[in-house]
């Protein structure tokens, strides 16, 4: 028997400050009395209200894996799809040149932007799959209108800005450990080469890929898998380790201080996450707004206007 997760007070405890209040006149001073006391009488029968996590539906782990791993796959295959042409004429022409030196192959920025897209479509395809087939796409990725904006709004602002915070923080203590800053300076040379690549990273990377694909993927369908297996139920920090963790996997080209920084990142937005009761907006406002300013503060860099 499935929970219905979207209708527990838990899970709208932060992001609805303001849900309208039932209209007083249309209850009668008995029926108030008396659905009071059947209240009463179902918390003292019932005991108290378990954790969000335990109201949801459990999965195995044999599911849960073979779940990741196919939302992985595709994610994989689909980045690597568009480079095919590219990769393929590289490597004949290292077959015809043996003695020359190895050549790289030559991604422009339209044809890295264009495998950011395709691995995002492809994961969130197989994550709706299996989640349409189990009927809980709508109660894993919380994408409802939240019931009060201005707070989703606020909560986006702290994630904007503790996300930023992170980010300057972590590089130096990544540095103070020893596995160097954070270095995205290949993304951010493919970001930077003209106003109009700017646009078109900002629209598809920022604010579709990164900003609403892997916080679907991430905060939305991982952490929904991860709070369903047995050992995590009822967990909510083990569960926000693990995706921050699996969060930071990708991001390895920017190196280990890479690595760690968006693990934390991952953690604070997943925070958030459950701060709203698992609707997503807030995160997915706030992680585009972060890559927004980070593209924008590197053309801007690029141009000199940092610089005075």
């Given at each position: ?40 009488t ?42 095919l ?19 790289e ?25 299996w ?5 809980r ?97 009822g ?20 190196g ?20 709203c ?32």
């Amino acid at each position: 028997m499935r929970a219905t997760v979207t209708r527990s007070p838990a899970r709208r405890k932060v992001c609805t400050v303001g849900l309208r209040r039932a209209n007083p006149a249309r209850t009668s001073p008995t029926e108030t009395q008396g659905s009071a006391l059947d209240n009463q009488t179902d918390i003292a029968a019932k005991g108290p209200t378990p954790p969000l996590a335990e109201l949801k539906h459990p999965i195995g782990w044999p599911l849960f894996i073979a779940q990741f791993i196919t939302v992985a796959l595709a994610y994989l295959i689909a980045s690597i799809l568009p480079t095919l042409p590219v990769l393929i004429e590289t490597v004949m022409a290292a077959l015809e040149n043996p003695g020359a030196e190895p050549v790289e192959p030559q991604l422009g920025s339209a044809l890295v932007v264009s495998t950011v897209v395709a691995s995002a479509v492809a994961g969130i395809l197989v994550a709706w799959l299996w989640l349409r087939r189990e009927g809980r796409w709508k109660e894993a990725v919380r994408l409802e209108a939240p019931a009060n904006w201005r707070s989703t709004l606020g909560w986006a602002a702290l994630g904007l800005g503790g996300t930023l915070l992170i980010f300057t923080v972590g590089a130096r203590l990544a540095e103070a450990m020893g596995l160097g800053a954070p270095d995205p300076t290949f993304i951010l040379e493919l970001v930077t080469e003209s106003p109009a690549l700017l646009a078109l990273w900002i629209v598809a990377v920022a604010w579709f890929a990164a900003g609403f694909g892997e916080e679907v993927l991430y905060r939305g369908f991982l952490m929904d898998r991860l709070e369903r297996l047995s050992g995590l139920r009822g967990r909510p920090w083990a569960v926000l380790v693990i995706q921050a963790l699996l969060f930071g996997l990708p991001h390895a080209y920017q190196g280990m201080g890479g690595m760690m920084v968006t693990a934390m990142v991952g953690l604070f937005l997943g925070w958030i996450r459950n701060r709203c009761g698992g609707n997503l907006w807030a995160a997915i406002i706030a992680h585009a707004a972060v890559d927004t300013v980070s593209m924008s503060l590197a053309y801007a860099d690029k141009l000199g206007w940092m610089t005075g």
